[in-house]
C-alpha cells in the first residue's frame, strides 16, 4: 500500500509540437490542474494513455505508470500479478476522476463510457455488508478484508457520492447507475458505523483493516497489526462530516471519534531524520516543544502508541522497529491535526 495517496512515476510525453517533451507525473495532483488545462493536448495524451490501462473486469493497476502509454500487451498487470484490479493506491479511482475531467474539458464521449465500466466494477466489489476488499475479483489474505488502509473504502465512497448527486462533471451518467451508487453508499455507512470499536462501552476508532466477515479488527501487512488508527480514522470521520442530514448515529460515530483522538495524542516527542554511516534513518526524540504527534496505531484496550515491523512482532518504542521499516512507513504523524483545530468544530457549528 502507498505511502502517500497516489504513485509517483515520471512519463515523458510529447508536446503538441511532437519536438519536445515534458515531464509528468502520475499522481492525484493531475486532480488538480486548472479546468482549462484538462483540454489541453498534453491532458488528452495522458488520458488515452489511462484509457488502454482498463482491465476487463472495469478497474486500473495501482503502481502503474498510467500516463505512459503501454508498449506491448505485456506492459499493461495482468489478473494474478499483484497490481490489478485494485482500489489500493488511488487506483480506478484516480483514473475515473481524471478522466471525467477530461471529457468534462472535451465533450468527448470516449473518456465516459471507461468511467461508467469502472463505476459498475466498484458496485461489483462491494460486499453485501458494505464494505470493499483491497481486490476485487477476491484474493486470499488481506487483501480481501474490508479495506479503510491509505483511506482505500473512503475513496470509493467519495467518488460515489458524487455520482449520486448527479452534479458535473458526473451528470452523464445514468439514473440507474447514481440509483445504484446511493444505495452503495447506504450500506458503507451501516458497515462504518457497525465496524467503529468500542472501548468500555464508548465509540473510539476504528482499524486500518476490519474482516469481512466478522467486522473484527483484522491484520494486514506484517507491520500493520489489528489496532485503533491514527490515520485511517481521520478519513473515515471526514466522510462521515460530508453526509449533508447525518443521522444521531452518525453524529454519535464522529463524536466518539474525535473524542478519541483528542484523547491520544503523543506529546514531547518527534521523529528526526539523521543520515550515518548505513544510510539514512528516522528516530524518535525527546522534546518538549514539539507539536503533538499521533501514532498510526493504538494498542487496542489500552490506547497505547504500538510499532511492529516485519517480523510481526508488537512494540512500544519506535526506535526498536527495523531501521527499513522506521524509514519506509509512516508510524507517526499529524493527520488528525486540521480536523481536530478546524474541520470539526465547522461541522459541529453546521449540525447544532
Known sequence: MRQTLA??????????????????TWSADLLRKPPEWYGSAAARAIADSVLKYQSPQGAW??????????????DVPQAGDGLTNTIDNGATTTPMQFLVLVAQATGDAR????????????????????????????????????????????????????????????????????????????????????TQIRQNGRLTAWCAQHDETSLAPAWARNFEPPSLSGSETVGIVRFLMGIERPS?????????????????????????????????????VDDEAAEPLWARFYELGTNRPIFTGRDRVIRYDFNEIERERRVGYAYYGRWPARLLADEYPRWRARVK
Open 61 to 74: 493497476p495501482k503502481n502503474t505508470n498510467l500516463a505512459v502509454p503501454p508498449r506491448t500487451p505485456q
Open 111 to 194: 473518456y465516459r463510457a471507461p468511467v461508467e465500466r469502472g463505476l459498475k466494477y466498484l458496485l461489483a466489489a462491494q460486499y453485501p455488508n458494505g464494505g470493499w476488499p483491497q481486490f476485487y475479483p477476491l484474493r486470499d489474505g488481506y487483501y480481501s478484508r474490508i479495506t479503510f488502509n491509505d483511506d482505500a473504502m473512503v475513496h470509493v465512497l467519495e467518488l460515489l457520492r458524487e455520482v449520486a448527486g448527479g452534479r458535473p462533471p458526473y451528470g452523464f451518467v445514468d439514473a440507474d447507475l447514481r440509483r445504484q451508487s446511493n444505495a452503495a453508499i447506504e450500506r458503507a455507512v451501516d458497515v462504518i458505523l457497525r
Open 7 to 24: 504513485l509517483f512515476c515520471i512519463a515523458m510525453l510529447m508536446s503538441q509540437g511532437g519536438s519536445s517533451s515534458q515531464a509528468v
Open 248 to 284: 444521531p448515529a452518525v453524529v454519535a460515530a464522529i463524536e466518539g471519534a474525535v473524542a478519541w483522538l483528542q484523547a491520544v495524542p503523543v506529546k514531547g516527542k518527534r521523529v528526526e531524520e539523521r543520515t550515518d554511516a548505513e544510510g539514512r534513518d528516522r528516530r524518535a
